[in-house]
């Protein structure tokens, strides 16, 4: 069991080595993912403005600039070879950028559980999803919580979980984590029908403590 507690800023202290951390924050994700976004659209940009002015849209005077130096020019008719090198060049340049793009919208979220490994009875899933908003469900119910979001990671056969739970302050985050374990991960243990599920909890803690009026 890994067990964070985290403010409201979600900076991990001092997890346990059992189970390791998150290497990027899901919002260092989502900014990486902009800032890709904003190059390439500026690449973009770049190139359809660059086929405007040979279209003559800017004058004639950007439309008869000379892209390409005349030393560059003479290099490449006295070696035939330049100009399909640098083709295979660009395109492999190419590939490598579309793959890095594509790469950044995957996820390890587990979509599906296999509960029967061995296959010698059929084959039989269970679906990730109805698993995490079971136990989002049973840990939003716990006095002291006010929101709960649960994900699966790993492989159909070996399942890992990871739990960010928001307090509201009117339980103490040691109490709530306790019952997250004896409850909720022994719940989700049963469903999956495994002896154990590695899990990462991060407690994210509230600004202001909630008063309780009961």
């Known amino acids: 069991m890994s067990t964070s507690v985290t403010d409201t800023t979600t900076q991990v202290i001092q997890p346990r080595p059992t189970l390791p951390p998150r290497t990027r924050a899901p919002r260092v994700v989502r900014a990486n993912r902009v800032i890709i976004g904003l190059i390439g659209l500026l690449l973009l ?3 359809a403005a660059g086929l405007a002015a040979g279209f003559g849209v800017f004058g004639s005077a950007f439309r008869t600039h000379v892209v390409i130096p005349a030393r560059v020019s003479r290099y490449a008719a006295q070696h035939a070879w330049f100009w399909p090198a640098l083709a295979a060049f660009t395109f492999v340049v190419a590939l490598l950028a579309l793959w890095w793009l594509i790469a950044q919208f995957r996820t390890n ?36 919580v006010s929101r709960a979001r649960a994900r699966l990671s790993g492989t159909p056969t070996y399942p890992r979980m990871t739990l960010v739970v928001t ?11 306790q019952r997250v374990e004896d409850q909720a991960i022994r719940h989700a243990r049963s469903a999956l029908g495994v002896d154990a599920v590695p899990t990462r909890i991060d407690l994210v803690l509230p600004r202001r403590t909630r008063r309780d009026v009961r």
Request: glycine letters at 18%; aromatic letters at 4%.
């Open 45 to 47: 940009l770049a190139g």
């Open 109 to 144: 979220r587990l979509r599906e559980i296999d509960l029967r490994p061995g296959g010698r009875d059929g084959l039989t899933y269970l679906n990730g999803k109805a698993v995490t908003d079971a136990v989002e469900e049973e840990i939003e119910s716990y006095r002291g």
């Open 167 to 177: 307090l509201d302050g009117r339980v103490g985050a040691g109490e709530i984590r």
